[in-house]
């Protein structure tokens, strides 16, 4: 039947015989993501009208009333601003220190190879236990940090415990562990630029600071994009360091929680994944939304050669 | 103007030797402060920097109490078949949607590029459900489950595989080689540093992987090193030495495969980064 279909298409043996083999080849992966991927964003859409029986009595529909407890919801907006101002702590700064340090190491200076390797170190430590030394770096009483301020006169602080400050010693944490992520970007996008730009500038009597904005940074216009947006999308989805940081008991909590947080709380520890599905649709629109913008403002200040 | 550049050259020194500091300081100090004494750790006047003698029982008793041998055996369990499965679907699909031409190509694809750009939090929920309705809690396989094929991996590795020449596989298909052997016997080695980048890539995130494991393993033997130390945090909550044991143990394994394969862990991730 098969044979017969070939001959009336116009097919060739030859192109069936690469048909079959692709569909195998893709096979695998189409399927895993359709099981993994496509079908659980239409659960997850699902679930948000539901409400999750407790004790097993299952899933009871209820409309749009978990989205009208998440606009009522004053945690949720929380959420949203804790995470937005974490987004807004971490990105820039990291953005701004792993810039100049790339620069800095792509001038051949002495020992480069081993400063790359320091910074990156953050990188490859796990996330939980980087956060339970910072939380003992941060402790009130006999914490590293606090001993310092003491010594230079200065008050202790209550890192974790002060609900104003507890989202800083956050993004703290955040931007010490990302830097040498984007250092390593960086300097793989500023090898990709033209040394003779810079001897050409030279000879020309540019200043190093003058290179750096005529230069670099239009050439590194796209890396500097491409590392904007990643960074701001990772840092939207904060979750570990708040969650290894404090419990809902901490007096911080309200001030720091975060929507990935929210969402693990709301589905696995209250097991009410209806209003915890509805949280991550939140979650994905603003996401979308801040997608859409930097596509828009990618057009104004990025140059591709 | 020579004396000047010697200068910047002394200030950019300061200023990344400072940074360096500021980078390892909290790795030492967890180190430090795992092989002190309780009241070391908490002596403020005089403050203790350095351990009087090393008190290595700290390592020895958060390794009896929890159980270390089998969080290793989990952590790398992930790691290997996670790795394993990203590189052979991925390589697969891959070049399939960067060599041959089929019906279902455009949509195919269109898939993975999508999945690469909603936030996975979206999968969770069912993920969980599922694993759970197979009865496969606390199981190695659970552990996997979410990263069976890597959307990522495929888009990543069909860049490699668009940017090898089309010649050779012109010259093997006269040969008589067919399209699987041009595969694998051909294409395959050749983007090795791609397959490298993945795999190094994969395995980290793999690694520092919090929220999965913590919610589909709750078992303490079906745990990871860093779902477990969520749990063992609350256990050594006043004894900070214990504590900075069990972080240093959960630290150590990627810390000394990153320092051996440095070169490849940032040339991966400078691939692999500079794709996602």
Known sequence: ?305 | MKKQTKQITILIHIFLIAGSLLMLLPLVWMFLTSLKTVTESTAMNPFRFFPAAPQWNNFSEVVKTNNFARLYFNTFAMMALRVFCAVMFSAMAAYAFARLEFPGKRLGFALVLFQMMVPVQIFIIPQYLMVDKLGMRNTIFALLFPGLVSAFGTFLLRQFFLGLPKELEEAARLDGCNIWQIFYKIMFPLTKSGLVALGIFTALFSFKDLMWPLIVNTKTDAAVLSSALAKIAGAYSVNYPRLMAASVLAVLPMLIIYIIFQRQFIAGIATTGGKL
């Open chain 1, 1 to 305: 039947m098969v044979k017969a279909a070939v001959k009336k298409s116009g097919i060739t043996k030859k192109q069936w015989n690469e048909y079959k083999w692709a569909w195998f080849m893709i096979a695998p992966t189409i399927a895993g993501l359709f099981i993994l991927n496509i079908i659980p964003i239409f659960q997850t859409f699902f679930l948000s009208f539901f409400k999750s029986g407790a004790f097993g009595k299952g899933n009871i529909f209820v409309g749009l009333a978990n989205y009208k407890r998440m606009i009522a919801d004053r945690q949720v907006w929380f959420a949203v601003r804790n995470t937005l101002l974490y987004t807004i702590g971490v990105v820039p700064v990291t953005v701004v220190f792993s810039l100049f340090i790339a620069v800095l190491l792509n001038r051949n200076i002495k020992g480069k190879n081993i400063y790359r390797t320091i910074y990156f170190i953050p990188m490859v430590a796990a996330p939980a236990a980087v956060t339970m030394v910072w939380k003992w770096l941060y402790n009130y009483q006999y914490g590293l940090i606090n001993h310092f301020l003491g010594m230079l006169g200065i008050a202790k602080i209550n890192w974790i415990d002060n609900p104003h400050i507890a989202l800083l010693s956050i993004i703290i944490i955040g931007v010490w562990s990302t830097i040498g992520y984007d250092m390593v970007l960086f300097l793989a996008g500023l090898q990709e630029i033209p040394t003779d730009y810079y001897e050409a500038s030279t000879i020309d009597g540019a200043s190093p600071v003058r290179q750096f904005f005529s230069i670099t940074l239009p050439l590194i216009s796209p890396t500097l994009f491409f590392v904007s947006v990643t960074s701001i999308i990772t840092a939207m989805q904060v979750f570990d360091v708040i969650y290894m940081m404090l419990d809902v008991t901490s007096p911080s909590y309200n001030s720091t929680v975060s929507l990935v947080y929210l969402f693990y709380n709301n589905s696995f520890k209250y097991s009410n994944k209806g209003y915890g599905s509805t949280i991550v649709m939140l979650l994905l629109l603003i996401i979308m939304i801040i997608t859409v913008i930097q596509n828009r403002l990618q057009k104004k200040w990025v140059n591709y050669l």
